[in-house]
């Protein structure tokens, strides 16, 4: 798989990664790869459309 994290880390070591398939999404941590979470890709659809909603603001 092909681990992508978003530019605004630069060369950081504390940054969400994702490797995108036909049908999954995997995502990790930087500091913690070997943990990784999978999603559809109607879920990850979703959870992008909640974070840039807001929803997820602290």
């Known amino acids: 798989m092909e681990w992508r994290k978003p530019s605004a880390c ?15 999404v995997y995502i990790r941590s930087s500091l913690l790869p ?6 559809t890709t109607d879920e990850w659809r979703d959870l992008l459309t909640a974070i840039r909603a807001g929803e997820f603001d602290l």
Do not use: F, R, Y
């Not at 630069?10 to 999954?24: K, L, M, Q, W």
């Open 34 to 39: 070997d943990a990784v979470a999978h999603l």
């Open 10 to 24: 630069g060369d950081g070591n504390n940054c969400p990664e994702v490797a995108i398939t036909s049908d999954t």
